[in-house]
């Protein structure tokens, strides 16, 4: 038998940990044969970590063969204690007359304190997926603290906007998602994200050739998939869990078992490649394959392409800008 895995998720007793433990637990990430140890964090506050308490008694009473160990924590570094995996997914929401500059330095702070935690207690070869907002920032701040371990480790999700964009091109062309290769989704999770399918193929025709509707990508695909996470609050009250959990699976799945050479996309630190700023976490097309990522090469940008991708980017830049004199 395979020895266990140990995967930390922060945030574990908020509404995503919620769908996401189960399904780490149950095999879904890292593999049938693959038993894990969770170790969850949470804020000190007694009400989380009460929490925190009632969903590993759900666990206990799943029985999950795979669920090898499971420990509560309030301090990262124990939380993170040589860990294979660590989903960041806690992070500080935008309370009521926060600016995006209190959100973006509140953020700075819990990321800082973490990348530094896993820096000093996490596996040397610890596989980092930030889910919590501002997700591409926040995974750049915990790479920047965390210099002893190597920056490709620390990623962001975009997956879950991958999702959306694969489900609303299948819609449109009355296709199921599985037709659909090679779509992609460029720059930072906020609206800003621009969902590329200029090189995708359905059933292995040119997807723009089928779609052949200019009118529809810039009026309704793009802010569909841009705002759905909006669409989500205004309908369930609640962002984005089941969905979001989904997300962070089929991500860490993805970079561990490998996509055997079809594409997805994972937030990831820039090698300067398509002009990207070299350590900016953009999003990008990937394959991935032995544990690695790597950045689909050689594409021609179109010019609304290349237009989105400069609007995401400058938005990203900003953020960076923002909490700039946090880092060190
Ligand atoms: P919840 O508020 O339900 O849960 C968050 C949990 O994190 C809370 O239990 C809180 O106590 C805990 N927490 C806060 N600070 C912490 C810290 N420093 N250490 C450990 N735990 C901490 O939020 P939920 O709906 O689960 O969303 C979590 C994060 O995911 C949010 O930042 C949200 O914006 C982000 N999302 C990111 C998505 C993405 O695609 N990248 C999509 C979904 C989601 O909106």
Redesign the pocket.
């Known amino acids: 038998a395979k020895a266990p895995m140990r995967v930390a998720v922060?945030?574990?007793?908020?509404?995503?940990?919620?769908s996401l433990l189960f399904r780490i637990a149950n095999g879904d990430m890292l593999g049938k044969d693959q038993p894990v140890i969770l170790q969850l964090?949470?804020?000190p506050?007694e009400k989380?970590q009460k929490?925190?308490k009632g969903v590993m008694m759900e666990l206990d009473d799943c029985a999950f063969p795979l669920l090898a160990g499971m420990t509560a924590h309030s301090d990262?570094m124990t939380a993170f204690k040589d860990v294979d995996v660590a989903l960041l997914?806690?992070?500080?929401?935008r309370g009521p007359g926060m600016e995006r500059k209190d959100l973006l330095e509140a953020?700075a702070q819990?990321f800082t304190?973490?990348g530094k935690a896993l820096d000093a207690v996490a596996s040397r070869n610890a596989k980092v997926l930030?889910?919590?907002?501002p997700?591409n920032t926040n995974a750049y701040i915990a790479m920047k603290s965390a210099p002893s371990l190597p920056a490709k480790n620390f990623t962001?999700?975009?997956?879950?906007?991958h999702n959306r964009a694969l489900s609303q091109l299948a819609a449109k062309v009355g296709k199921p998602i599985t037709a659909i290769e090679k779509l992609c989704v460029w720059g930072n999770?906020s609206p800003t994200m621009y969902a590329d399918f200029t090189h995708a193929t359905i059933d292995g025709q040119p997807a723009k050739a089928l779609v052949n509707d200019e009118s529809w990508t810039k009026d309704v695909y793009l802010p569909t998939v841009g705002k759905r996470?909006a669409a989500i609050i205004e309908a369930r009250g609640?962002?984005?869990?089941a969905?979001?959990a989904n997300?962070a699976i089929d991500h860490v799945r993805d970079w561990v078992l490998g996509t055997n050479g079809k594409w997805t996309t994972m937030g990831i630190p820039s090698d300067g490649s398509y002009g990207i700023p070299e350590g900016m976490v953009f999003g990008f097309p990937v394959t991935t394959e032995n544990g690695e990522y790597k950045i689909v090469q050689g594409l021609q940008v179109d010019a609304f392409s290349q237009e989105r991708i400069n609007l995401t980017l400058k938005e990203l830049q900003e953020e960076r800008d923002g909490v700039k004199h946090l880092v060190g």
């Open positions: 922060t945030g574990a007793a908020g509404q995503i940990g919620y964090l949470e804020i506050d989380a929490a925190l990262p997914v806690g992070a500080r929401p953020n819990i304190v973490q930030v889910v919590g907002n997700a962001a999700m975009l997956r879950l906007d999770h996470g609640l962002s984005s869990a969905s979001a997300a």
